[in-house]
């Protein structure tokens, strides 16, 4: 509950991967079309890549208790990423969440991973940290999963209400409305691999490159 409050400091408030572009554009301005571009970003670009690397670096430790693994996952997640601000959005973020939860528990291989990434022998991207954070803390994969997807879409809510604006109370219905998915695309992901790993949301991966062109921005990515 702690790590997955959207106060927690790992600059997920800084970030809108696309979606202020569409705000810009006006395609994202009420509930109905703000929950459409969620459900977008959840189904088709987390639950195909960031949801797939969470579950892989859990299961790579329960597999062993080397990173050596985790060197090569953490390349292909910043492979996968097309976008810079996308790309360099998700180091930010894995690096600031290192930062901040390693201090908070006793793991002696996320102290390991975070020295990694200090040294540039791995690129710590969110997905890859959060999955390591995971299974050294004793979360389940499907509690894992659930909690990353739920915790990156209220996120994006709560930007959103900053952003379009919409009013506090619009911003909690439209998280409790997202509830079920997370669940629905945290289940698809456990039967995934990292052969299904690609980008079905072009769109939002489009908006994302326009996004440093916008006249005015409120949002690094």
């Not at 106060?7 to 994202?28: D, L």
Request: hydrophobic share 40%; net charge negative.
């Amino acid at each position: 509950m702690h790590i997955h409050d959207s106060a927690f400091p790992i600059g997920a408030y800084t970030h809108s991967f696309g979606m202020e572009t569409y705000i810009q554009k006006e395609k994202v301005f009420n509930k109905e079309t703000l929950l459409t571009y969620c459900r977008t970003y959840l189904h088709e670009n987390i639950g195909f890549g960031d949801g797939i690397f969470v579950k892989e670096a859990w299961q790579s430790l329960a597999h062993s208790s080397s990173l050596l693994d985790l060197y090569e996952l953490d390349s292909f997640c910043h492979a996968q990423k097309l976008a810079k601000e996308s790309r360099q959005g998700s180091l930010k973020m894995g690096r600031q969440f290192l930062e901040t939860v390693e201090p908070l528990c006793s793991s002696a291989l996320l102290t390991e991973w975070k020295k990694a990434v200090k040294e540039q022998k791995a690129y710590g991207h969110h997905a890859i940290s959060y999955g390591i954070y995971a299974y050294t803390q004793g979360l389940s994969l499907d509690v894992a999963l659930s909690s990353f997807l739920y915790s990156s879409i209220a996120s994006l809510i709560h930007n959103a209400v900053r952003a379009v604006p919409l009013g506090q109370t619009t911003g909690v219905h439209a998280i409790k409305e997202i509830l079920s998915d997370c669940e629905q695309v945290a289940a698809l992901i456990i039967d995934r691999t990292l052969d299904d790993v690609s980008n079905q949301a072009i769109g939002i991966e489009l908006a994302s490159m326009e996004h440093e062109f916008l006249f005015s921005r409120l949002f690094i990515s």
